[in-house]
């Protein structure tokens, strides 16, 4: 960053700054000269899509370019990012994607890589509609499941389907290391044209140092990364450092071969839960960590009944007083009859009735 | 996306006994009721791009009058313009932004710089203050005299329910005095200080020790700002600033109390008792919203500068729909009150201000009909 550029960063963000934006901030006025200024809050331009994956009739995968603002604080390799689109212009969605782009610096240029979950609003935007050029808003770079700064002689990485992100970023930070230890890959996909990064993974394959690459398909025949499989392929694997990402299925495969060793790191994202319209299942609340049958009542309701003591104000919905994060789950607003599955989503729990398995965060 | 309606769950009226200042019987009130939802129902479904684009479009119209204000003060000739500029800038930033998006209206665009609880004002009041005692308090018991504190504000008399005392000789010295310094006032009216008087409830302490730390934080701020930091900024022109400032605060002040006295004090606005609002159904709390309610005819302009509280009525129908809607909804409205013989107040400013300076002056001295402690009915005039 050039001396003028850190010193106009340095005043934007100064007290005095504040002082004069009060009490909007600094990025308010900003925003609305260049959406690429920014003093505190992260955003990026579309720089490029890239499709890496596109079986006819399956979900499509796209690496997506991202040109961050000079408040991104960069990225350590295995980390995600909260990204949000508004979508048609009005309603900003957020989900969270991995990066899986090498470790990255202050402002430097990163990507994320997704597949176009069909009921996925943010990720089908952005692999099917997005352009170049298209703003997205940001967090900083999120998450423990990361690459040591002293990598171990020998690690293992074990990914399944769009799981491979995460990994892919520590393999390529690793490289850019020059790393010279041992790392054994163990990657699960559906067919070889499901594979995300086929390319690059066979030029690793064909010069990458020390690294000894399983690519296994189960339409091919490949087994499963039972304990037995992975004792084959990594003798003693349970002392081995070892980054798991994938589907839930993969992962509640591998992880009981690591019972009582603590080798292991996991890392996999929930699917929204999707109601069957009951009032069935349970609700939880998460903060106070109190469950209980979900009795179709409305939320503000429920949390009552379980005893606990929620703010909240008019009781009919129009004060907003009462709104809480929901984390998973349906609810039915009670005086639309709209329903709802997205996850980390506000509601007013007064108008708010779950529809089976619900956590709210109370 | 599911659509299964359902009735709310509020409580439905047992005792079949109606005050008589409703003229609809409580199956009427169900009907009318039902047709308010449908309208909050169709709308909600139809929020989207041109509702997100217009307050946008209002935002960046705010910054502007806001930043060219600030930056004519350093061109003395253009004073006058600068005061405008920062008196209109001050005024979109607390009536059609602020107020609009703290009643969650925009809530829906999941936007944190739109958000009902991220957003503050440029004004004394903290978001977290005014929002309880106005989203919930006043927009709950609108015109419940006793519990909508809104009525007179615990400083005037406002109504005829209130009971006259000496003090209410200074009723229309009190109402310049608000209108002068509204922000303060607004600010102050969080900490309850009419229960302070009366020994209920401690200024700085207990339930007022949050209310009152939020205060000095934002007061604080504001006056940095406004009197302290952009004076200061201007160098030889900081009298001209201080001053500058001090003028777009006092033009916002009486513009917005003159816009938001139009809104529940005309007359022919009816105010309830607690005994009559009791166990009250939804219809009932439409009901109560409509007649407690006036609007304001205009302009374009004058709607978009009031925040289009020039639509009190669809406002308290319909809170936390975006105000743009409210002048298409008013159509909707008039029409259904027509059907079940319901009264609309609106008129044009001057007669809706006339009529409010005329009550503040009037209540000043003790009404001259004295009513019977047990009379229930209000001389507020309804419509049949």
């Known amino acids: 960053m050039s001396i003028v550029a850190d010193a106009t960063t340095r005043v934007l963000r100064s007290r005095f700054a504040a002082a004069l934006a009060t009490p909007h901030g600094v990025d308010r006025y900003l925003e609305l000269v260049n959406p690429m200024w920014a003093a505190n809050e992260v955003r990026a331009r579309i720089v490029d899509i890239t499709r890496e994956v596109d079986v006819p009739g399956h979900p499509p995968v796209a690496t997506i370019t991202l040109q961050p603002t000079s408040t991104w604080r960069g990225h350590r390799a295995g980390q995600h990012v909260q990204l949000g689109v508004e979508v048609d212009g009005a309603r900003r969605t957020t989900r969270v994607f991995t990066i899986s782009s090498p470790e990255s610096k202050a402002g430097d240029r990163f990507t994320i890589t997704m597949r176009a979950n069909p009921e996925g609003v943010v990720s089908r935007y952005l692999v099917e509609r997005a352009e170049v050029g298209t703003m997205v808003h940001l967090s900083q770079a999120q998450g423990e499941f990361v690459l040591p700064d002293h990598v171990p002689d020998h690690i293992v990485f074990v990914s399944g389907g769009s799981g491979i992100t995460p990994v892919m970023s520590m393999l390529r930070s690793l490289q850019r290391r020059t790393h010279r230890g041992r790392i054994t890959f163990l990657h699960y996909a559906q067919s070889p044209e499901h594979q995300i990064f086929a390319e690059e993974l066979e030029e690793i394959r064909r010069s990458g140092y020390g690294i000894d690459l399983h690519l296994v398909y189960p339409e091919q025949g490949g087994r499963n990364f039972s304990a037995l499989e992975l004792e084959?392929?990594?003798?003693?694997?349970?002392?081995?450092?070892?980054?798991?990402?994938?589907?839930?299925?993969?992962?509640?495969?591998?992880?009981?071969?690591?019972?009582?060793?603590?080798?292991?790191?996991?890392?996999?994202?929930?699917?929204?839960?999707?109601?069957?319209?009951?009032?069935?299942?349970?609700?939880?609340?998460?903060r106070s960590g109190s469950t209980a049958a979900n009795s179709g009542a409305t939320l503000l309701e429920q949390a009552e009944a379980a005893g606990l003591t929620p703010q909240f104000g008019c009781r009919m919905g129009i004060c907003f007083s009462c709104t809480a994060t929901k984390k998973e789950g349906t609810v039915r607003n009670v005086l639309t009859g709209e329903t709802s599955s997205l996850p980390d989503e506000d509601i007013r729990i007064c108008v708010s009735s779950p529809e089976g398995d619900c956590a709210v965060d109370l | 996306m599911s659509i299964t309606i359902e009735r709310p769950p509020v409580k439905t009226r047992t005792d079949t006994e109606l005050s008589p200042k409703y003229t609809l019987t409580a199956e009427q009130l169900d009907a009318f009721g039902d047709e308010m939802d449908a309208i909050r129902q169709r709308v909600v479904a139809d929020l989207g791009e041109e509702d997100a684009n217009y307050i946008r479009k209002v935002v960046k119209y705010q910054r502007g009058f806001e930043v060219a204000g600030r930056v004519m003060f350093y061109i003395p000739p253009l004073w006058p313009a600068a005061v405008a500029s920062l008196s209109v800038s001050k005024i979109l930033d607390n009536m059609e932004i602020g107020h609009n998006v703290m009643h969650g209206q925009y809530d829906w665009m999941g936007d944190p710089a739109l958000n009902s609880r991220m957003f503050d004002w440029d004004t004394m009041a903290p978001a977290e203050n005014w929002k309880y005692g106005h989203n919930y308090m006043h927009h709950t018991y609108t015109n419940i005299v006793g519990k909508d504190r809104d009525v007179g504000y615990g400083i005037l008399r406002m109504d005829e329910e209130q009971e006259w005392r000496p003090y209410y000789l200074g009723n229309?010295?009190?109402?310049?005095?608000?209108?002068?310094?509204?922000?303060?006032?607004?600010?102050?009216?969080?900490?309850?200080v009419e229960e302070v008087f009366a020994g209920r409830r401690h200024l700085w302490r207990g339930e007022n020790a949050p209310i009152m730390r939020r205060i000095r934080k934002k007061v604080g701020k504001q006056v940095l700002k406004d009197y302290v930091v952009f004076p200061l900024l201007s160098g030889p022109f900081f009298l001209t600033t201080l001053a500058g400032n001090a003028v777009a605060n006092l033009v916002r002040n009486v513009w917005t109390f003159n816009i938001i006295f139009c809104g529940h004090f005309p007359a022919g606005v009816a105010t309830f008792t607690v005994e009559e609002t009791e166990n009250e159904s939804r219809g009932g709390w439409y009901y109560r919203q409509l007649l407690g309610s006036a609007n304001i005819t205009g302009s374009k302009l004058l709607h978009v500068m009031s925040g289009n509280l020039s639509h009190q009525i669809e406002h308290h129908l319909f809170p936390d729909i975006p105000a743009r809607r409210y002048p298409e909804l008013s159509v909707e409205v008039q029409e259904i009150c027509q059907r079940y013989g319901l009264q609309y107040n609106t008129g044009p400013l001057h007669k809706q201000l006339f009529s409010v300076a005329k009550k503040i002056f009037r209540l000043s001295l003790p009404t001259r009909a004295p009513k019977t402690p047990q009379s229930t009915v209000t001389e507020t005039p309804l419509a049949a």
């Open chain 2, 172 to 192: 229309p010295l009190y109402a310049f005095l608000l209108m002068t310094f509204f922000e303060w006032g607004v600010m102050l009216h969080d900490l309850e």
């Open chain 1, 232 to 286: 084959r392929i990594v003798p003693g694997f349970r002392d081995v450092p070892t980054w798991l990402c994938g589907p839930a299925g993969l992962v509640d495969a591998v992880r009981p071969a690591f019972e009582g060793s603590d080798s292991l790191h996991v890392e996999y994202f929930k699917p929204p839960v999707v109601s069957n319209g009951s009032a069935e299942g349970d609700v939880t609340f998460t």
